[in-house]
């Protein structure tokens, strides 16, 4: 449930209207579309999610299969955009790799009129897993990989790209679940920059590139990386509690936990975490999984903070196989749904957003002499 809150960082604040999403409004917190975050993660699939935001409903099951063989067959990435990740160093960010990816497929395959934005988003969606598992892959493992695998599902695709292998089908489940839960969460800062963008009437890739940007800080999408740095390094469930007890008396933030939003819990946190716990038992080592529990019920304790999504994503995505670094890009494979429909909304109803700001530099004086300053 939210409180009322106001402040810095137009926080409580509305700034604009959406269709899309609710965000601490409904009983449990999350709705896309007036669906249920838990109702949606247990019942369908990320592509189900991305039609569902892009085109407004549910798709019936020809409109899914339909769906699930256009995305398949834009899997491929043209040879310059290829050249261009071959460029990039292995210790570049991979939110870099994600944001010139993006912005060198706009410069090859423009968008040329808005009419193009649905098939200019689907080739995005399609295309993102294969940008930042070739550039992974080519720069870290020296190999250049087929992007075009026959998976029906994106998160297995990007699965299968990264480890050169069909996934389980527990890891292709909660693949399908965290893009599911990443998806979209309404006037969110990445979101907003791509509004903020889309009101000026530029394209989608710019909209698209510049949300990016916003997502890769850590006090955005990059927290759940922060999240597993953090965990990594926890020995035990004592260990735990002691660091966070330093951390906190030296007033440092705890990433993965807070939210601009929500005030007692994140929807979203129970859900991957029941899957973190899942993935714990298979992998036959759970102090992850444990220590990060800990974490938990110690930031409640102390101070009334609760997990965010990001956090349990770490454990999750660690079990998984998956490195540390590709964390927000996979965020970005996802929430790439919920920035184009809010581009699409932007654009249906478009005023351009251009808010005021206080004032609070010198009185009106003149330029002095440059031999008396
Ligand atoms: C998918 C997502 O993007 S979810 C967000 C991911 N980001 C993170 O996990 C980063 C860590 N969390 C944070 O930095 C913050 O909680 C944010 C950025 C998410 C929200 O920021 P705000 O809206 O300013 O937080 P809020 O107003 O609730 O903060 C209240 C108090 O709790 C403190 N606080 C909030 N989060 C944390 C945290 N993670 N660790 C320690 N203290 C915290 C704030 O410093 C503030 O203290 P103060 O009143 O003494 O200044
Ligand atoms: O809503 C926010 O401020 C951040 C967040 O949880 C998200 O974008 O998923």
Redesign the pocket.
């Known amino acids: 449930m939210t409180k009322a ?1 106001g ?3 137009l ?1 409580g604040q509305s700034a604009g209207s959406t269709a899309l999403c609710t965000v601490g409004q409904s009983g449990t917190g999350l709705t896309y579309r007036g669906y249920d975050i838990a109702e949606l993660a247990d019942k369908v699939s990320f592509e189900e999610v991305a039609y569902l935001l892009l085109k407004g409903e549910l798709p019936n099951s020809e409109q899914l299969a339909n769906y699930r063989t256009k995305l398949k067959g834009l899997r491929g990435l043209p040879q310059p955009l290829k050249t261009v990740l071959e460029q990039i160093p292995a210790d570049a960010h991979p939110m870099d790799v994600m944001r010139t990816g993006a912005s060198m497929l706009g410069n090859l395959e423009p968008e040329a009129t808005f009419a193009d934005q649905y098939e200019k988003t689907d080739r995005l969606l399609a295309a993102f897993p294969s940008i930042i598992c070739y550039w992974y892959r080519y720069s870290h493992d020296g190999v250049r990989i087929h992007t075009e695998t026959d998976d029906d599902q994106i998160g297995a695709h990007f699965l299968h790209l990264l480890h050169d292998k069909k996934p389980s089908e527990l890891h292709a489940k909660v693949m399908d679940v965290s893009l599911i839960l ?1 998806a979209e ?1 309404e006037f ?3 979101t907003f920059t791509a509004r903020v963008c889309a009101s000026t009437l530029s394209d989608l890739v710019s909209c698209v590139t510049g949300a990016i940007g916003s ?1 890769r800080g ?7 990386e ?2 597993m740095e953090l965990i990594e390094e926890l020995r035990d469930e004592q260990h735990a509690r002691a660091t966070l007890a330093y ?2 008396e030296h ?11 929500y ?1 007692e819990s ?1 929807p ?1 946190n129970g859900i991957i975490k029941g899957w973190s716990e899942k993935l714990a038992a298979e992998f036959g080592d759970d102090r992850l999984y444990r220590v990060s529990v800990a974490c938990e019920s110690f ?1 409640w304790e102390q ?1 009334k ?1 609760f997990c ?4 349990f994503h770490a454990s999750a995505y660690h079990y998984m196989g998956i490195p540390t670094k590709l964390f927000t890009p996979i ?1 970005v494979c996802s929430r790439l749904t919920g920035w184009a429909a809010h581009v699409f909304e932007q654009r249906a109803n478009n005023r351009i957003i251009r808010p005021s700001a206080d004032y609070t530099g010198p009185e009106p004086r003149s330029v002095p002499d440059i031999s008396e300053r």
Do not use: V, W
């Open positions: 809150i402040g810095a960082g926080r990443y969460h969110n800062a990445s997502l850590p006090l955005h999408g990059g927290a759940n922060a999240a951390k906190l007033k440092e933030k705890i990433m993965g936990f807070g939210h601009a939003i005030r994140d979203r930031m101070k903070l965010n999504a990001d956090f965020f």
